[in-house]
Every structure is written in C-alpha cells, then in structure tokens.
C-alpha cells in the first residue's frame, strides 16, 4: 500500500473516526510501542551450530571440494517444456522466501 492510498484513505475518514484513529496512534502513554528485543547473546566462546549448519560442515570434511552437499536428488525431464509454468514456478517459490 503506498503512503498515497493511505492519504486518501484518511482524508475519506469522518471527523470523529480521524479522532478516534488520532488516540489510538497516541496509545494509553503517548509513547510508541515497542517490541520486545532479542537479547545479545553473551561472548562466553563459540556460537552454537544450527542442525543444518553441523550438517553441512559434516559434509564439508568429507568432500572439501564438492558444491553438491546441497543437492538432495536429481530428476530428468522430457517432452515439450512450458517456460510460462516454470517461470511462475520460480516466481511462486521466491516470493515465498
């Protein structure tokens, strides 16, 4: 939503909805909100690995050379190929990560 629908949106607003609107921006202190914080993690040594991480670093002492640790399968196709569905395959895929 751009910053123009919202002046739009809140130039449609009644003068009492624009009040009401007004005090809840405000909140019960006038003070924003805040979310709470991760805490820093204390340097007492190593960070931990995740499970992915030490699996990867697994495979890594096996075979220091390989790039396909990543790899889990591999498949072959045939016939004709519909880029129109493999784009928005691609396209559905990045727009989820």
Not at 26 to 36: H, V
Not at 55 to 64: A, D, I, N, V
Request: charged share 20%.
């Amino acid at each position: 939503m751009s910053s123009g629908s919202l002046a739009e949106r809140r130039a449609r607003l009644t003068p009492e909805q624009r009040n009401r609107l007004a005090q809840r921006l405000a909140g019960a202190g006038g003070a924003p909100r805040q979310e709470p914080t991760i805490p820093r993690r204390k340097p007492a040594g190593p960070a931990l690995l995740s499970y992915a991480q030490q699996r990867h670093w697994f495979l890594w002492q096996l075979e220091p050379s390989s790039t396909a640790y990543h790899l889990s399968g591999v498949l072959r196709l045939t016939g004709n190929l519909d880029i129109g569905a493999v784009r928005s395959s691609f396209e559905a895929v990045v727009a989820r990560h």
